[in-house]
């Protein structure tokens, strides 16, 4: 990705991250031990999806859309922030998306970056710009993504025992 797509990308990424401090998620019952073997091995666990995500759709525009390296930094933008926002939901709660209903600041976050980084690659601002049915394939990918990893990621987290 060029510098400016990075920063952008972070731009959006710390507004989600700020609203989560007025998030809702439940507290652990009890005090929780720090496992960090569990916790790195969870983190590798969604890290490694995530990336599997990533790069199928990175490949999917260079051999079947036949994107250039231009659209394809767009495309890295836009799954890079996408992906980050389902990550950002399956992380932050230990049982199922939809167990804990987020707060208004998160949700309105989440859909201001959304809005904001699929403007700016319809519209080619600061990126190569991306047809319409791009961005919204890639959004429903992500959303699928999302739910495949969720159904994944509640059996690991309980056998790590940090559900």
């Not at 990550?87 to 804990?100: A, D, F, I, P, V």
């Not at 495949?148 to 940090?162: E, G, M, Q, S, Y």
Request: glycine share 10%; with cysteine.
């Amino acid at each position: 990705m060029t510098p400016m797509l990075m920063i952008i990308s972070m731009l959006g990424g710390d507004l989600l991250g700020m609203s989560l401090t007025t998030d809702n998620v439940q507290p652990s019952p009890i005090p929780n031990a720090w496992r960090i073997s569990s916790l790195t091995f969870a983190g590798v666990f969604m890290g490694f999806f995530e990336f599997a995500f990533c790069t199928s759709i990175l490949i999917f525009g260079k051999f079947h859309l036949g994107f250039g390296i231009e659209k394809l930094q767009t495309l890295s933008f836009l799954v890079l922030v996408f992906g980050g926002q389902a990550c950002t939901y399956l992380n932050r709660e230990r049982k199922h998306l939809g167990s804990n209903k987020p707060s208004y600041w998160v949700v309105g976050a989440s859909v201001l970056d959304l809005i904001i980084a699929s403007t700016l690659a319809i519209c080619g601002i600061a990126m190569s710009s991306l047809p319409i049915f791009v961005v919204g394939g890639i959004l429903v990918s992500t959303v699928v993504f999302a739910l495949i990893l969720d159904v994944a990621k509640v059996p690991v987290f309980n056998r790590l025992k940090i559900a």
